[in-house]
């Protein structure tokens, strides 16, 4: 959504025309050098040439404008109307009682030519250039092109420069314009410039102009589709979005000014493109030509006007309008009985011509024939889903449920049942990456298989509720409808296909319960059955659910076994959803068992996989692409984790949106990036999308906000979340163990800054509050829940952090606490061995090695720097700063005298050398000294940053 204001068009920036304008700066750069010219700038309505032309003028530092504005009163227009125009804004009175007296006169016309054209060179002389403005040359008077002729074939060494907008649209019927223009193209001084539609990343940036806010992906790909770049279009869309919350809609003045279009067309023309209107895309000519019913000459003159017009454009072997709102304003003009008996008329042709049933089923939506309508929606949606593409397949299912009633006998017409629709409905939402909607139409499938007693419907109904259910983790609510459907299989007419299906989703409930040891019997069992029902995707299924299961048993190799099996049994059959979920689960094996690199090329083939058979958004697809840019941030590739995690430039659910958003929140803070708290701040309404949303924004919202040197505010952002998946998910959740070594690193670094100012009571607090945070991890460890399993590689090395941050919190060394989190971090997160070798070089300073500390912490520096991680890199530099370990060893030694220590004991007092003297019993000038020399022993510049890494290496007590 937009914001609720918007700019004033006066105020919006210019987006996208740099080019253009340095080429016409250019010109007139060259007039005022004495080299004359012109530049055309071309386009269609709305492009924004007069914009550019604006731009130039305010931008202009020397020199004088004047601006001539033809006008369209017909041809050949109101004799030397621009021309007069001109002399106007020279100021030449003398000129304008010429050019009001003037007579038909060649002579004395090219007199008055000769007398304007001196008039702008002595301008040009006494002013500096002279720009000329020709507003809307297409509806330049004759006249007034004869004198531009004559100034830019005559023009030699005059500071002139002339800038005409030219409307390319509709150009077709004004041959005398046409003909200017070309002759003017070939003279040498002028230049053309023709302004394209702005490119769908310009799109978002004038939209984000508009509002003040940069706009949702989805919403700026819509507004470039239906306004297919030209900026005044797009800029009346972002107002009617913040005034109505809508895009679908034409706004009203915007739709006066295009249905105006049609105006000087002839009746036939109006009717053709009027027709033309009710397809949603390009129309073939055969097909437009049936649904018009006039005689061919009349369709091709018709044709012809249109696209001299700019209306229509050809487009292979059909036509299709300038772009969607155009169409849309024409359509929406129409009366609504014409627009039914239009789409009816299409919807017959269309059939007749072999069409998609897609588009058939839309003209018989759209005609109101709800009989034809439903029966074609079925038909469009296998169709769909034979083509991947379940969104449109849920859309036409969508629609069969919704006007059911509404058809008489729809059970004998269609030969389904509304059950059996509800399922396929539940199924394409799940494959389109809508597990919500998919559940409530599973649900809604049950409801109405038990009502009519249709045992195989109630099965089928149940088990892709189940299967959403898991996608969702709502694993409390997953043993009765599986129980449920294996009960139900077991009917004489349920046939061994649907009971095989009803064991898979059974075991896959059992897994995902964490009953590992009743999982593998059923999983066992499901396999046999799918195999002997030779069903290949329930065989994939189970086969997966198997090798989940020998993983969890200890024998990775036969798990990895077992699922490469499964991908190529699926990709033998076809069975694409099935062999995402052999693929995803054989990448989770790699990754969660702590083979990072093992998962990338895994996941690379079955994401490519998933965009080839239009997947990318089904249940395995989603968490692939989630998987991928964890993978990449943990590789130490943030900048590839940022691109993984970037939402494709197309309608997405907002499920996947808010997940994937979440997780480039990852590489955003460990890259410093400036957009990370805009990127955050954009997640806050979308943590009750999906747990994961709450758990990864909130994390990575705690850890920016401690880079950033905001501790106490970050750990409260870490209890926020916690508290938020207690009450979502409940209290033994694995990722907690992330959030608490998070929030055990923040108010440890409450704890040393209030230590250093001598709150007490403040580093008192952060410790209790540390302690609660502790205890919570361990009860995380010994009975959490997360992936089946135990806790691996990756929630082992996330308890040894929080042991290790909890030690600092303490205010101790914590050598081998960070010795441990480093080893645990091996199995290659990048991010955090760098950021334990920092931890564990300081626990080392701290007991006075600095040779142990020096090599860690140049390792750490050097990974930071690799991986781009900023705020890692610049609090590891500040520590070798503040150790003189970012240069050669002094000859000092690093050791303070026992007076040293008491002078730096004092100035973290606050007593200053003054005080100090007095305390001590030494001079002014001495205490000094002896502060100037502990500085350079610790590679202080300041006397608070002496305090602060005498204590960090544990050489003061404060």
């Known amino acids: 959504m937009m914001a609720a204001m918007v700019r004033p068009r006066s105020e919006v920036p210019l987006v996208g025309r740099e080019r253009e304008l340095e080429l016409l700066r250019a010109v007139v750069a060259a007039a005022a050098d004495g080299r004359p010219g012109a530049v055309l700038v071309a386009g269609p309505a709305g492009v924004g040439k007069s914009r550019v032309v604006r731009s130039l003028q305010d931008g202009l530092r020397e020199g004088r404008v004047v601006r001539v504005q033809c006008v369209d009163l017909g041809e050949p227009g ?73 100034l830019l074939t005559r023009a030699a060494t005059e500071r002139i420069a002339v800038v005409a907008t030219l409307r390319t649209d509709g150009l077709a019927a004004r041959p005398r314009i046409r003909r200017l223009v070309g002759e003017l193209g070939r003279l040498e001084p002028v230049r053309r410039v023709d302004l394209a539609p702005l490119a769908p990343d310009e799109v978002r940036t004038l939209l984000g102009h508009v509002g003040g806010v940069e706009p949702e992906p989805h919403v700026a790909d819509e507004v470039f589709r239906r306004t297919a770049g030209n900026p005044f279009f797009v800029q009346a869309l972002a107002e009617e979005l913040a005034e109505t919350g809508r895009l679908d809609a034409v706004p009203t003045a915007l739709a006066d000014l295009l249905v105006g279009r049609l105006e000087p067309l002839d009746e036939t023309a109006r009717a053709v493109v009027r027709t033309a209107s009710g397809s949603a895309g390009p129309v073939p000519d055969a097909v437009l ?26 487009e292979g072997d059909g036509y299709a309008f300038a772009h969607d ?10 009366l609504p009985g014409v627009r039914l008996r239009l789409h009816a008329r299409y919807a017959a042709a269309l059939a007749a011509a072999g069409a998609s049933p897609g588009e058939v089923a839309r003209h018989h939506v759209l005609a109101g024939n709800r009989p034809e309508a439903l029966a074609w929606s079925l038909r469009a949606a296998d169709d769909a889903l034979s083509a991947t ?63 009519v007693g249709d045992a195989t419907g109630a099965v089928q109904a149940r088990a892709e509720l189940v299967r959403q259910l898991i996608a969702l983790d709502r694993t409390e609510e997953l043993q009765v409808p599986a129980e449920q459907a294996v009960a139900l299989a077991a009917a004489e007419d349920v046939d061994a296909g649907t009971a095989a299906l009803a064991e898979v989703m059974l075991a896959r409930s059992l897994l995902s319960s964490r009953r590992t040891d009743a999982a593998r019997p ?14 290949p995707r329930l065989e994939v299924d189970a086969l997966t659910t198997v090798a989940f299961l020998d993983e969890i048993g200890g024998d990775p190799s036969r798990a990895a076994d077992q699922l490469g099996a499964a991908v190529l049994l699926a990709r033998e059959h076809g069975e694409l959803a099935a062999e995402l979920r052999a693929h995803y689960t054989l990448a989770s094996l790699h990754y969660y068992g702590g083979d ?21 958004w089904s249940d395995p697809g989603v968490e692939m692409r989630v998987l991928e840019a964890i993978a990449l941030y943990v590789g130490g590739d943030l900048d590839a984790s940022l691109a993984a995690a970037a939402v494709p430039d197309q309608r997405r659910p907002d499920t996947a949106a808010a997940r994937l958003a979440a997780v480039g929140c990852y590489a955003a803070v460990a890259r410093g990036r400036d957009d990370a708290a805009l990127r955050l701040d954009r997640l806050a309404d979308s943590w009750d999308v999906d747990p994961q949303v709450a758990l990864v924004a909130g994390g990575c919202e705690t850890e920016r906000l401690t880079w950033a040197g905001e501790p106490s505010a970050a750990a409260a952002v870490a209890g926020r979340a916690l508290a938020h998946l207690d009450a979502v998910v409940g209290d033994r959740m694995y990722g907690g163990l992330w959030l608490a070594a998070l929030a055990l690193g923040a108010l440890a670094d409450e704890a040393a800054a209030c230590r250093l100012r001598r709150d007490g009571a403040g580093a008192a607090a952060a410790e209790a509050a540390g302690a609660a945070w502790t205890e919570r991890a361990e009860q995380l460890v010994a009975r959490g829940r997360g992936r089946p399993g135990d806790l691996g590689p990756e929630g082992r090395a996330w308890h040894a952090r929080t042991v290790a941050e909890a030690a600092r919190l303490r205010g101790e060394p914590a050598v081998e606490e960070w010795e441990a989190a480093l080893a645990a971090f091996g199995y290659g997160h990048e991010p955090e061995l760098a950021r334990c070798r920092w931890r564990l070089a300081e626990a080392r300073l701290v007991g006075g090695d600095r040779e142990s500390a020096a090599p860690l912490l140049a390792a750490a520096a050097e990974s930071a720097a690799r991986m781009g991680a900023r705020p890692l890199q610049d609090a590891i530099c500040a520590t070798q700063r503040r150790t003189a370990l970012d240069r050669p060893a002094r000859g000092t030694t690093s050791v303070l005298t026992g007076r040293e220590r008491e002078v730096l004991g004092l100035v973290a007092e606050g007593l200053t050398n003054r005080e100090i003297g007095r ?9 000094s000294v002896h502060l100037s020399n502990v500085m350079a022993k610790l590679g202080a510049s300041s006397r608070t940053e002496a305090v602060t890494v005498a204590h960090r290496r544990g050489l003061i007590e404060i």
Do not use: C, N
Not at 291 to 312: C, F, K, S, T
């Open 522 to 535: 059923v999983a066992e069992r499901a396999l046999h059955r799918a195999r002997a029902a030779a069903v």
């Open 389 to 451: 593409a379940p969104d449109a397949a849920l859309q036409h299912l969508q629609y069969v449920l919704d006007t059911w009633s509404e058809v008489d006998e729809a059970d004998a017409l269609s030969g389904t049942t509304r059950g059996r629709v509800a399922v396929r409905a539940a199924v394409a939402a799940g494959l389109a990456g809508e597990p919500a909607r998919s559940v409530d139409l599973a649900r809604l499938a049950v409801d109405l298989a038990d009502a």
């Open 919 to 927: 305390r001590l019993h030494i001079s002014e000038k001495t205490a």
């Open 78 to 150: 109101l004799p030397l109307l621009a021309l007069t125009d001109l002399a106007r804004a020279l100021g030449d009175e003398a000129l304008l009682t010429e050019l009001a007296d003037s007579a038909p006169d060649e002579a004395r016309r090219l007199r008055t030519y000769d007398a304007m054209a001196t008039r702008l060179a002595a301008a040009g002389r006494a002013h500096g250039p002279v720009a000329v403005v020709v507003e809307d040359l297409q509806w330049m008077d004759a006249s007034s092109a004869d004198f531009l002729r004559f």
């Open 596 to 616: 990072v690199a093992g998962a990338r090329p895994v996941l690379r083939t079955a994401l490519a996989r998933a965009e080839e058979t239009g997947l990318r």
């Open 289 to 314: 030509r049936v649904v018009v019913g006039r005689p061919d000459a009349e369709v091709d003159e018709a044709l012809r006007a249109a696209v001299q017009a700019g209306l229509l454009t050809a």
């Open 325 to 334: 709102l155009l169409r849309a304003a024409i359509h929406d003009d129409l």
